[in-house]
């Protein structure tokens, strides 16, 4: 895809102070075979905490999706324009879900499969093996579901692509 770096010499130290509670262990190794959105594959991911953190998966066996965010370590940093792959025109990165970004956070609506002791399994995930996980959400239709929800660009956009795999 086509990309416009940003421009400036900010500094990139970093001040979130964000800790890795675990990594999300997926069948994709390298990004040309991974899907490109939660919804496109149906391949399970088996999510291992950290064991500090595993006293938090209490109560989401009782939980059906969550929102995961995980950190795209392998993604560019310095971007903020792309064309993406289905389309010939530029888009600022925070109306898109590249996973190049200023901060490469990314996020799914996974389903679980299971709980267990030291982690979770679900469907409906996107990212590289080993991909460490920043933090789990139950998703809340009540709240997060917003079906009148439009992205005008995408729904105009000139090349749909067709499935991976
Ligand atoms: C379009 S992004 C969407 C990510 C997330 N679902 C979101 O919406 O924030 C998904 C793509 O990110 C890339 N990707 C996945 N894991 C990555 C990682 N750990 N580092 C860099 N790129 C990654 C793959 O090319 C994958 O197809």
Redesign the pocket.
Known sequence: MDVVERSGDEDNSCDAGLVFIGRIHTPWRD?SS?????SESEATARIVLEAPYRPGLGSLDTISHVILL??????RRDIVEIVPPTDTRAHGVFAT???VRPN?????VSQIVSVHADGLTVTGI???DG?PLLDIKPYFASVDAKPEARVGWYETRPNPLPPRG
Do not use: V
Request: aromatic share 8%; proline share 12%; glycine share 4%.
């Open positions: 990004r991974c899907p490109r959105n939660a995980y950190w795209l370590h392998q993604a879900r590249a996973p490469p956070i990314g996020l799914s996107d990212c590289l991909t």
